[in-house]
């Protein structure tokens, strides 16, 4: 059973930085995708990133490009989203997901999902 816990989330000012971490576990680093989304009270899910490793690509939402980097550390199992420039419109409960793909503007997350680590952003 494919497991995920976020972490690395907190209260940060406009500007700052944040570095999440999501720790995998019964979770193949193999021919798999894998991405995050946030989602902010009142609003709908938004997509934030997706990995592809057939493409060996991720797509990033236009909301974050230049600002969010995506990256996975396979031999810890653990996927990190760095955050830079923090703005007020980041606040909101992050979470890493697999089974993910972006088509047509929009990211789907099919697969399993942790319990999300809040990122609040001060202005």
């Known amino acids: 059973e494919v497991h995920f816990v976020e972490s690395g989330g907190g209260l940060v000012q406009t500007g700052g930085s944040l570095r999440l971490s999501c720790a995998a576990s019964g979770f193949t680093f193999d021919d798999y995708s894998i991405g995050w989304f946030r989602q902010a009270p009142g609003k709908e899910r938004e997509g934030v990133s997706c990995f592809n490793s057939v493409d060996d690509y991720t797509n990033v939402a236009d909301s974050v490009k230049g600002r969010f980097t995506a990256s996975t550390d396979n031999a810890k199992s653990t996927i990190y989203l760095q955050m830079n420039d923090l703005k007020p419109e980041d606040t909101a409960i992050y979470y890493c997901?697999?089974?993910?793909?972006?088509?047509?503007?929009?990211?789907?997350?099919?697969?399993?999902w942790g319990q999300g680590t809040q990122v609040t952003v001060s202005s």
């Open positions: 997901a697999d089974k993910c793909t972006f088509y047509n503007g929009v990211y789907y997350f099919y697969g399993s």
